[in-house]
């Protein structure tokens, strides 16, 4: 089993950056593909990026590409969301989940989550 805390959300201005940081208990963190997920108020929890336990396999959605980087640090037991170039419509609150197998893209393969971090985006 493992818990996890994201941390980093904040207000920016449009064009601006924040990492995320999903902190991670346990012994097992290396055992585990991270994804970060976010939703948007009255929408559905969307993928956002995911990356394999190694940390050589980065997976993003078609949205964030080229602007997001998500990267790991096992021995850290850590992993991380660097958004660049933020827009308004990457307000949402962003939550780091953690699977042992499934899809990456598949919110119902992650069996562990956090409780989420605000991302507000003005333009």
């Known amino acids: 089993q493992v818990q996890l805390e994201e941390s980093g959300g904040g207000l920016v201005q449009a064009g601006g950056s924040l990492r995320l940081s999903c902190a991670a208990s346990?012994?097992?963190?290396?055992?585990?593909?991270m994804g970060w997920f976010r939703q948007a108020p009255g929408k559905e929890r969307a993928f956002v990026a995911a990356?394999?336990?190694?940390?050589?396999?980065?997976y993003y959605a078609d949205s964030v590409k080229g602007r997001f980087t998500i990267s790991r640090d096992n021995a850290k037991n850590t992993a991380y969301l660097q958004m660049n170039t933020l827009k308004p419509e990457d307000t949402a609150v962003y939550y780091c989940?953690?699977?042992?197998?499934?899809?990456?893209?598949?919110?119902?393969?992650?069996?562990?989550w956090g409780q989420g971090t605000q991302v507000t985006v003005s333009s």
């Open positions: 989940a953690a699977r042992l197998a499934g899809s990456q893209y598949s919110l119902g393969a992650y069996a562990y």
């Open positions: 346990g012994r097992t963190f290396s055992s585990y593909g």
């Open positions: 990356i394999s336990r190694g940390g050589t396999t980065t």
